[in-house]
């Protein structure tokens, strides 16, 4: 199969700023979670001024987004100063599981500026460091007393989308099949920046 890259903008709640993370699996989107820094890596919180946009990015990756955006460099902090900050998630349709702690920035040691934007999108159904991240997050959670991070699962055996907890516009849809339509409602909503 072929596996479309993005890049995606998640709006924070105390900050009229955006996380961007990268993707190859657009399908597992409507399960994000949490996104994933790396604690020692160096974020950059820029301004694309052709979009009046404000977004963080890894440092190491500015020269590779700046050949597409005119970024403008407005601050720089490291991943463990972006954990805990509280994104608005990306699709409605999991969005009560705020409450027990979802869309929030964690760290895990896995995560590079190789590629992507140094910002790792979290499905932990579909992705065996997204699972293992969670289940550290989970620990650590636990110790402190606070609600874990649930694991959510909208895909059936068949590998289609249960229609009861599904998007509407991916239900009973082959996952694969859904990349399509998933990227052209980001893109109609804003959130795709590229």
């Known amino acids: 199969v072929q596996d479309p890259a993005i890049?995606?903008?998640l709006r924070l709640e105390d900050e009229e700023a955006?996380?961007?993370i990268w993707t190859t699996t657009p399908w597992t989107l409507p399960s994000n979670l949490a996104v994933c820094?790396?604690?020692?890596?160096?974020?950059?919180?820029?301004?694309?001024t052709e979009r009046d946009l404000v977004l963080y990015i890894a440092a190491d990756r500015l020269e590779h987004y700046g050949k597409r955006h005119q970024l403008e460099?407005?601050?720089?902090?490291?991943?463990?100063?972006?954990?805990?900050?509280r994104y608005r998630p990306l699709f409605?349709?999991?969005?009560?599981?705020?409450?027990?702690?979802?869309f929030v920035v964690i760290t895990g040691d896995y995560v590079t500026a190789d590629?992507?934007?140094?910002?790792?999108?979290?499905?932990?159904?579909?992705?065996?460091?997204?699972?293992?991240?969670?289940?550290?997050?989970?620990?650590?959670?636990?110790?402190?007393?606070?609600?874990?991070?649930?694991?959510?699962c909208p895909?059936?055996?068949?590998?289609?989308?249960?229609?009861?907890?599904?998007?509407?516009?991916?239900?009973?849809m082959w996952v694969k099949d859904a990349d399509k339509v998933l990227v052209r409602d980001l893109k109609e909503r804003g959130k795709l920046l590229h």
């Open 37 to 48: 820094v790396g604690p020692e890596l160096e974020y950059l919180k820029v301004r694309d």
């Open 155 to 172: 895909v059936m055996a068949n590998g289609k989308y249960d229609p009861e907890q599904a998007p509407e516009l991916v239900a009973n």
């Open 92 to 102: 409605p349709y999991f969005a009560d599981q705020a409450e027990q702690g979802a």
């Open 7 to 9: 890049t995606v903008l």
């Open 73 to 85: 460099v407005l601050a720089s902090l490291t991943g463990a100063e972006l954990a805990g900050r």
């Open 18 to 20: 955006h996380l961007a």
């Open 115 to 152: 590629d992507g934007t140094g910002l790792v999108h979290q499905a932990p159904a579909f992705g065996e460091d997204d699972f293992k991240v969670l289940q550290l997050e989970n620990r650590a959670r636990r110790e402190a007393g606070q609600p874990e991070l649930p694991l959510i």
